[in-house]
């Protein structure tokens, strides 16, 4: 990890160009890595020495851009994946196996929600969801003598629930297991949760960090706090001998880069999941300017929340930058310079007029994203979180009339503007 400031860690982590080499990091559009010698591929494969040879494992550039994450977290390793599904799903599968149990936030991204709550299940992993604003008594109660993992996003997309990360990373580790948030809205220029006990950062590097709505994928960065060992009966795919490895145990051969490695050299040589290095790359761009693009889509998105607020045909707002703003307390403790880009809001003719503001719409688009530079919305209820049914709705915080609002960088007089000829609508 280095000592710059964010704004220095996106330009310059992760990739430092000997003499005569590219100032630029490059693209290795290569699956494979040539060798001179077979006895060094095999060590390779054995994980006895480090190096590349298949691209499914590692890739130069792929490894740059997850070491430029690693350090705007403040991690000790991480990896890239293909989307920010699978780097959740990594996340958790790293290690939980069947007959295991983890305690969610249920203030979630739909995809994840799905991901937790049915898939996972399949395969014999249970969860429980939280409220995320629950006492620390309930959520005490949630955990069981099978659960290996705790998880929470620091702003709830589309909830906007700002995550009392403080209260879930205590009661993760008075059980003995990780605390994994997924820290894709708040972004690490606005937070990074192992300075709030995080043990596990995951993203989707897909919204923010790529900015541009051009790649999808995912990252999962490891602070190297958790330790396994002392808790080695929960955690026998880190701490006893894998098989498939000539018996390494993972603790005592990759101490703090363990989780990571086991996740790059089981998960990834498995399941396949890696990112295409020309993705890495456009990622890699938009990670440079992500300072500049968050503290602007803050700044419009707090002058787009107080504009709708004061507007007579608005319900509500939420807006965790907003003072008055039920999550603003926690925001200001987590994230003092700002959240993110995203607000939510209801109009009073509820769902209906929600679709016919969103149809009269210029420039603002309807599209599934959020998070890029341009200005978008989204009706979770009908789109994203379509196949919840209303309690489950409810308890991840979606209202059927929620307008879901990712305000870009565009200039914030004619994001009103047409936020303004649309309300005029209806
Ligand atoms: C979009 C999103 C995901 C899923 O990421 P993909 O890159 O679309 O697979 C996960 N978590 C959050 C908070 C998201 O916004």
């Not at 705007?72 to 991480?78: D, I, S």
């Not at 959520?139 to 879930?168: H, Q, S, Y």
């Not at 009339?401 to 960088?409: C, E, N, P, T």
Request: include cysteine.
């Amino acid at each position: 990890m280095s000592n710059y400031k964010i704004e220095t860690k996106c330009i310059q982590s992760g990739y430092e160009p000997g003499n005569g080499e590219p100032r630029v990091l490059p693209i290795y559009q290569s699956t494979t890595f040539k060798y001179n010698s077979s006895d060094q591929m095999g060590r390779l494969f054995a994980l006895e020495e480090s190096g590349y040879f298949y691209t499914r494992l590692q890739n130069p550039t792929n490894d740059a851009v997850a070491a430029k994450i690693c350090d705007l977290e403040g991690g000790v390793a991480a990896m890239l994946t293909s989307s920010g599904q699978a780097a959740n799903f990594y996340a958790i599968m790293n290690i939980c196996e069947e007959g295991d149990h983890i305690v969610c936030a249920s203030a979630l991204y739909g995809g994840t929600y799905n991901l937790y709550a049915h898939t996972i299940k399949k395969m014999g992993i249970d969860a429980t969801f939280v409220d995320p604003e629950c006492t620390t008594e309930e959520l005490n109660a949630a955990f069981k003598e099978n659960t290996k993992a705790v998880f929470g996003e620091t702003i709830a997309n589309p909830a906007l629930v700002v995550l009392d990360l403080e209260k879930f990373a205590a009661a993760a580790h008075a059980h003995g297991v990780p605390f994994i948030v997924d820290n894709t809205f708040a972004t690490p220029v606005n937070c990074r949760p192992f300075e709030w006990g995080a043990d596990i950062v995951t993203h989707s590097t897909t919204k923010y960090m790529d900015g541009h709505a051009t790649c999808v994928g995912g990252a999962i960065v490891d602070s190297g706090n958790f330790d396994w060992a002392a808790h080695a009966d929960k955690f026998p795919g880190l701490t006893t001998p894998d098989e498939t490895y000539h018996g390494i145990v993972y603790t005592e051969k990759f101490g703090k880069a363990a989780y990571i490695t086991k996740a790059t050299s089981q998960l990834m040589r498995d399941l396949g999941s890696i990112p295409s290095p020309q993705n890495s790359f456009i990622l890699n761009l938009g990670l440079e300017t992500l300072p500049l693009r968050v503290e602007r889509h803050c700044e419009n998105a707090l002058a787009a929340a107080k504009y709708l607020q004061a507007h007579e045909k608005v319900a509500w707002v939420s807006c965790p930058m907003l003072e008055g703003d039920k999550h603003y307390a926690l925001a200001k403790k987590y994230m003092p310079n700002g959240t993110c880009g995203v607000i939510t809001f209801g109009l009073k003719g509820g769902r209906e007029e929600a679709v016919r503001m969103m149809d009269s719409l210029k420039m603002i688009a309807i599209v599934t994203h959020v998070a890029d530079a341009r200005s978008c919305v989204l009706h979770p209820a009908s789109h994203t979180h379509r196949q919840m049914n209303d309690q489950e709705l409810k308890e991840a915080g979606v209202q059927p009339d929620l307008i879901r609002f990712s305000v870009g960088i565009e200039n914030i007089d004619d994001i009103i503007a047409d936020l303004s000829q649309a309300l005029e609508q209806v």
